[in-house]
């Protein structure tokens, strides 16, 4: 973008998946049954909220890489624990692969994310991002009140 | 860093001040008592989220700035909601002033932030900015358990 540019492409990525990392662990400790069912005060199970992120991450890069505004699905059909795991751990090299793809000099161009948010790219990503660590934060909160210990928050890896 | 930066140093500092200006919000949904008093799962109450983050943010700061390694404190002595407030709102310009200070060159540097964690200083402000994000989140369901409505997510100004 500029030579006063302090976290680079490969950075970002990296601080990305670290955090995609770390809500695995959260997913993981999660008993299957209160994956789905468990919430408080009327909010979505955190299932209902992994799908978000699943929904936003790939489609939300193919989308940049491609230059087409997408609308966005929450609607994945992912019923099992085991089902969540899987299309998340497909996506992590989805993720790298489509990342690796955009231009550094594409970062700043504003683009209309799923015809919704029109914001430079690397704003878009952080969104990505800030909102991935937004709802683990959330699951952090349903395994305590579940009585389970949630994994520590640097484990990025 | 490298001409391959995507994000600049003062980009850095207005996504963290946008997610601070959410972190207030949040702050001031809750009532008196139950920021100081109401928790879910053995958790700490808001407000003692609220004072970790206030004795990371500026104290991290100044331990950069100086380049004296400094051991962090979080006890504050905050015992109102307007208190919370007027510590949050003196330290939003102390941070732009030190976040001002640090040379791009800077960032790349180690540093052994609070004697603890020896990461790059890009690295140990996106961690402050992280685990802002993180217990903001978690304020958010203690909101919606005491049925009050949090601000939108995207509400950053």
Do not use: C
Request: charged content about 30%.
């Amino acid at each position: 973008m500029n030579t006063q540019g302090i976290i680079s492409k490969e950075e970002l990525l990296k601080s990305w998946q670290g955090h995609r990392a770390l809500a695995r662990r959260v997913i993981e400790k999660f008993p299957e049954k209160e994956l789905f069912e468990f919430s408080i005060g009327g909010m979505r199970p955190f299932a209902e909220m992994v799908k978000e992120m699943l929904s936003i991450a790939v489609p939300g890069l193919e989308s940049i890489v491609s230059n087409q505004i997408e609308k966005y699905d929450h609607n994945l059909p992912l019923t099992t624990k085991q089902e969540l795991l899987e299309h998340w751990d497909a996506d992590t090299p989805k993720i790298d692969a489509l990342f690796s793809e955009i231009a550094v000099d594409r970062f700043k161009e504003s683009f209309k994310i799923f015809g919704e948010y029109e914001f430079p790219i690397v704003e878009n990503i952080q969104y990505f991002i800030d909102n991935e660590i937004h709802h683990r934060a959330q699951g952090y909160v349903y395994l305590r009140a579940l009585g389970i210990e949630p994994p520590f928050f640097w484990e990025r890896y």
